[in-house]
């Protein structure tokens, strides 16, 4: 992993104020008479321009926090509020909107779309999200470039390598110029070159902009990059 990134050492924004405020959130899968306890007790708050990273072990919960915190699954206890907004207890339709324009997610997987070429990819969330217009597809392909994919847009996604559907992928999550930006382990498949270079974009993407980063990853390298690092464990996160 590329430890010497010229942004690993940034301090954070100065003066944010709180972005997100969860409390007491508790989360358990009821599969027929089972249930699975995963999220018991997380509490966490998060100033704006922040970039923590949360580890914990395969099954901890990571990715189940970071689906809550983006308004993506619906917790069974506690609250989230961002920006001021109490996620939850806003309509499905509210809550909809709220991350169209303000969250962007980078899933571990990439979830990109199979039959649209990485520009339209990369534009859908403006499509969806009402802040399309005249600058989106030159939005779209200025992304592309920051991701160093401007000559790979009229490609499709299988026809990209593992780490440039990634990049793709981040930049389909910047494409809304979201404030809070979630990415589940948005290394956790790339070689360590490949991962360094994705990592880079992501800090110099957010950091540059302002934005706030929550990072899932398995890897304490790049944990130790970022402003703080959390760890959940037992159903509740802890500093470490
Ligand atoms: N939809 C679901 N229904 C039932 N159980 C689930 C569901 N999603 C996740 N789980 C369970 O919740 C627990 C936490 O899963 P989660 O995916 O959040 O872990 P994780 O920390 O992200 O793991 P990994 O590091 O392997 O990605 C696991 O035991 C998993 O089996
Ligand atoms: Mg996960």
Redesign the pocket.
Known sequence: MNNTSPLSGSPPAPGGEDILQVERLGKT?V?GQTA?P?LRDVSLTVRAGEIISII?A???????LLHILGALDQPSGGTVRFQGRDLYALSAAQRTIVRGKHIGFVFQFYHLMPELDVLENVMLPALSGNSGGTGMHDRAQSLLEAVGLAGRANHLPMELSGGEQQRAALARALMNQPDLVLAD?PTGNLDSVTGGQVLEFLFALTRGQRRTLILVT?NIAVARLCDRVLE?KDGCLQST
């Open positions: 899968y599969l699975i995963v914990g395969s099954g901890s919960g990571k990715s189940t382990e398995h959940l």
